[in-house]
C-alpha cells in the first residue's frame, strides 16, 4: 500500500515537472496563457514580475479552502499536495525562461500544449489534481448539477477575454490553439494511447464465431442475450474486444463462418482485465480444456 502510495506520488510529481517544464520552456517566453488559476498568475507574471508558482498556490487558498469546507477532508488532501508541487515546480524550473527553443509562437503554443497535455494527463491519470479552475467544476458539478467540463471551459474564456484586452488578440488566439491541443492530449494520456474496439456480432453461428475469435486470436468473449425486433427470434450476440490489428481478421472469420452475421464496432477507450492489462494466457488454456474435454 505504502509503495503503490508513492508510485501514485511519483508521478504527480513527474507530470507536475513536465507540465512546468512546459509553461517556462514554451508558453512564458512566447507570452501566451495557460488555463486556471497558472493562466491568471502568468498574466499577473507579465504585468508586475511576481513568481507564478508562488501566485498559483497563493490563488488556490480560498478555492481550497472552499473545496474543504464543501467537498470534504479526503477530497482536499490531494488536491493540496498536488497544488503545492505544482506551484514549487513552476518556480523551480523558472530559470528555463533563458532557454527557450523557438522563436515561432504557433509553435510555442502547439509544443507547449503538447507537453502541458502529458504532464496533466500524468497528474489526472493517477488521480491527481493542480487545483484551479478544476475546484470551481467540482463544486458548481456537486451542488448545481452543472458539468464540470462546461464549467472549466466558461472560465477560461472569460481569462481569454481579459488576456485579449491587455495582452492583444494575437496571444490570445494562439493560447486558445494551445489550450486545444492541451486538452486532447491530456484525454488519450488519462485514457491512455492502448485504444482498443469493441465488436458486437449478431449471427445465426455465435458458437463457431465466438470459438474462432477464442482459438485464432485468444480473445476472451462474451454471449449476450437478445432478440430480434422484427422476427422477435431469441439469439446470442458475441462481444468481443480485440486490438486494431486484429478487426480486419475478425471481419474474415465471421463472414467465412457466417455471409450474413450483422457486426457493429465501437471504439472503447480503456480496457483492463486479462489479456489487456493482465496475462491472457489463462482464457486459451481454458478455452483449450473445454475443446478437449
Known sequence: MICHRGLRYAGITLGCLIASCSINLFLVPSHLLTGGATGIAIIVYYLTGLPIGLQTFAYNIPLLAAAWRLMGRRYTADIIIGTGIFSACLDITRFLNAYAPLNDYMLAAI?????????????????????????????????YSFGMGGVIFAFNCVL??????????????????????????????????????????????????????????????????????????????????????????????????????????ISANEVEGPGFTQPGRKILDKFDEKRDG
Do not use: W
Open 160 to 265: 481569454m477575454c481579459v488576456s485579449a484586452f491587455l495582452l492583444g488578440v494575437a496571444p490570445a488566439m494562439l493560447t486558445l490553439i494551445c489550450m486545444y491541443v492541451n486538452g486532447t492530449i491530456t484525454d488519450k494520456v488519462v485514457a491512455g494511447f492502448q485504444r482498443r474496439k469493441a465488436v458486437l456480432i449478431v449471427s445465426n453461428q455465435p458458437e463457431a464465431v465466438a470459438d474462432a475469435i477464442l482459438s485464432e486470436l485468444g480473445r476472451g468473449v462474451t454471449f449476450l442475450h437478445g432478440q430480434g425486433g422484427f422476427t422477435h427470434m431469441e439469439r446470442d450476440v458475441v462481444m468481443a474486444v480485440v486490438n486494431l490489428t486484429q478487426i480486419a481478421k475478425v471481419k474474415l472469420m465471421t463472414h467465412a463462418i457466417d455471409p450474413m452475421a450483422f457486426m457493429i464496432i
Open 111 to 143: 509544443f507547449g500544449g503538447v507537453f502541458n497535455g502529458i504532464g496533466y494527463g500524468l497528474v489526472f491519470r493517477m488521480n491527481g489534481s493542480t487545483g484551479g479552475f478544476d475546484i470551481i467544476g467540482a463544486i458548481m458539478k456537486k451542488y
